[in-house]
């Protein structure tokens, strides 16, 4: 069970190495083909009378043109995703940007996206609630700054919901590959918890996938609690099932919010 091929989603409005990293190393690992997109919104240009002249949209025309091709150039410019390329995809376009990159999914098996800082540019950066909402795909969020794609730790963020068990089932590829794989769930009622727990591990089992269990009464907050026990048992990837509505810079994940993506470097899979 592998990733065949991998979609990056580049941010044409920023650098994107941390993001481009892990993809190469992911790549490496799986013997993944790897295609590069991108997509540009034009930004309107306001003027004083509201007219907007010819010579306005060939400015507007031109700076997607330049987004667009510094993302290109970044993505063939990485040495070590080279021997990885399947291909590139420029994308103008006056639609959403996580609708774009998330109907282009179906070319790929794993979506990798930056989080990005918290006033992102979202006419070259997809919201990242709205793609892993609508991709149809599971997607490897990259945070900003250094992070690793060497997934020896992985800690599951466990809640009984159909989110959640699709996301353990897209993440099989990444949890064979785990030194050590913890399922966590904050709970209320330990014992409750402890049933739907223990059929995961004995499902992960049959898939050659041996797991500890961890059941926490929450502190604080849920978020706290899983970020706590995330640090303890050194987790360099969260896999959680994301769900909720999608809203411009607000998404929701059940027990699991962008705090808990941000707040480490680490990365996290999503599916939804």
Not at 167 to 174: N, R, W
Not at 176 to 187: F, N, P, T
Request: charged share 25%; with cysteine; glycine share 8%.
């Amino acid at each position: 069970m592998t990733y065949s091929t991998l979609m990056v989603h580049l941010d044409g409005g920023r650098a994107n190495a941390t993001l481009l990293d892990v993809t190469a190393t992911l790549a490496d690992q799986y013997g993944s083909a790897v295609i590069g997109i991108a997509a540009c919104q034009p930004v309107p240009i306001g003027t004083c009378d509201g007219y907007l002249g010819g010579e306005y949209a060939v400015i507007e025309r031109d700076i997607v043109a330049d987004e667009l091709a510094r993302a290109k150039t970044e993505f063939h410019a990485h040495e070590r995703l080279a021997k990885h390329v399947r291909e590139w995809r420029s994308i103008p376009t006056l639609a959403n940007i996580a609708h774009v990159v998330a109907e282009n999914a179906r070319a790929a098996d794993l979506v990798i996206t930056s989080a990005g800082p918290g006033f992102a540019d979202l006419a070259t950066h997809a919201d990242t609630g709205d793609l892993i909402l609508r991709a149809g795909r599971p997607v490897l969020v990259v945070p900003d700054g250094a992070a690793t794609a060497t997934f020896e730790t992985i800690m599951i963020a466990w809640t009984d919901t159909r989110e959640c068990r699709r996301a353990i089932s897209d993440a099989l590829p990444m949890l064979h590959a785990a030194d050590r794989v913890v399922i966590v769930e904050v709970a209320i009622d330990a014992i409750e918890a402890r049933k739907p727990i223990d059929d995961v591990t004995a499902w992960l089992a049959r898939h050659d996938v041996g797991a500890d269990k961890i059941v926490a009464r929450m502190k604080g907050t849920s978020i706290d609690t899983l970020a706590g026990i995330a640090n303890d048992v050194e987790a360099d990837l969260v896999v959680a099932g994301a769900y909720g509505h999608s809203r411009i810079r607000e998404w929701a994940f059940g027990g699991v919010t962008r705090d808990l993506l941000l707040r480490d470097r680490r990365c996290t899979l999503l599916s939804h």
